[in-house]
């Protein structure tokens, strides 16, 4: 997989396909983004695993959180890495050793490490690197719309309501297929 | 399924809408509502954070206008869009977010007169310091660019016409100076040419003009390229900085490559409050739909028009750079192939009082301060539009006083000229 640009089954697919995501190097400040990316994915049905050892023990909008990805006592189908470029190596040997291993590691906006990803790949994992699921999720349900954010992603179809909620849209929308996206686009 | 990138007029017909998710609505309902109600506190909360995505407030960001942004931005080819009240607001709020009072920027010389008018006078009492530069010489870019310059100014094809910016020798200058290249693409309208793949980072837009093209609505559009990198400036502290109205939120780390069109909605268009009616977002729509359509019958009837003034004895000069020998030919060939647009100007023998006298003349051309409209316009801009400027700033801007700017509708052409031969030969 190259990781300059990514097409929008594969991203689709993966958010599409996981159900639990670790968050390693989740915050408790409600202005950072690695709190809030947090509680808007919990709010799409994930089911979060926060990861800090700062804070382990206590809890994040009622999640447990754990020190290391080791600590989680459940399969986990994703790890996000919300860490600076340098810590992704050691993360994803520590994924590589969980039992089950995750299917997918995912490195936030803006960090990138491409040993660490060859590794997770020579190993089968599916990989992303400088990208949002919180922002990923917004462009392919078309939610991040509202903000004037090209989604390059076209449809005819009638996009999917969450379910639940105000001003939610799911995932599962029918678009033609938009080619593929460089960084958050 | 082989992942396609879609066409222009594809994208002009269909980016950022969708049938309507509750009701199927097929041509984007017109959402004119003040406000959007919480589905609690905690989602208002997230909302006013910017935690999550959705509306609030329409002097912040309406669904119908959120249409309009995504629409522009897919066809410029940038990250997202933002949609103002007017060009000239698009304007403020771009240069809102880049300026710190005591800071410069460089401006070309040939602009829209209003645009002159507010860099001279409503900028500076912000204390936002234009320097100009004389498109004309590329090398007046590099030597007015200082350390407190923050960005750097051009229109693609300059409003009153005929002048075509080298794109991308202003876009090197400003890439070494370390400062956002910004563009008003309004004359060209992406159909004809896309700034951002010839080094700009902002584009802005007055819809007003060709991408509404009916002369109904005023509108104005900022469409972020996503290619500056504003953390390794760290000189746009708007981007870079914890911002306190947000509780520490910095918005180039959350927003990645669209954090620049996030500020300006968020901490311009919010606290400015210039924003655009979604009635005029939704006729602004319709008109893009047609957009490749009419801007290449525009561009067409222009030549002709063009062509036909250049033989007529009352003419002293055209200046229209789609005419082999025009002084931009070269310029218009590289950046504006499909055409140079359809406004432009022409010199009159007969001076100030022949420039009158022809648009008092005309019956077909609406005598009016507008462009980009499905009818033909006239304007002798000495006497109207540019008015304000000094004589020596009105010949710089391209507006002398023999000076006749025409902005070629979409009426049949054989119509148009006969007009003019008619108010020629009065």
Known sequence: MQHDHYPDSYIRGILNTVKTIAMVGVSANTSRPSY????YLLERNFRMVPVNPVLAGQELLGQRIYAEVGDIPEPVDMVDIFRSSRHALVIVRKALAMKPRPQVIWMQLGIRNDEAAALAEQNGLKVVMNRCPKIEYGRLSSEIGWMGVNTRTLTSKRAQLFGRGIQRMALNRVTLAGGTTKESQ | MTDRIPGFATLAIHAGAQPDPTTGARATPIYQTTSFVFEDVDQAASLFGLQTFGNVYTRIGNPTNAVLEERVAALEGGTAGLAVASGHAAQVIVMHCLMRPGDEFVASKKLYGGSINQFNHAFKNFGWNVVWAEPDDIKSFERAVSPK???IFVESIAN??????????????????????VVDNTLATPYLCKPIDYGADIVVHSLTKFLGGHGNSIGGLIVDGGTFNWSREKRYPMLTEPRPEYHGIVFHETFGNFAFAIACRMLALRDIGAALSPFNAFLIL??????PLRIQLHCDNAMAVAQWLKSHDAVAWVSYPGLAGDRYYNLAKKYVPKGAGSVFTFGLKGGYDAGVKLVSNVRLFSHLANIGDTRSLIIHPASTTHRQLTDAQKTEAGAGPDVVRLSIGLEDKDDIIADLQQALAV
């Open chain 1, 36 to 39: 809030f990316a947090f509680k």
């Open chain 2, 149 to 151: 310059t923050k960005a």
């Open chain 2, 160 to 181: 009153p016409g005929g002048v075509i910016t080298d794109l991308e020798a202003v876009g090197r200058i400003a890439k070494n100076a370390g400062v956002p290249f």
């Open chain 2, 286 to 291: 319709t008109g893009i739909e047609t957009l």
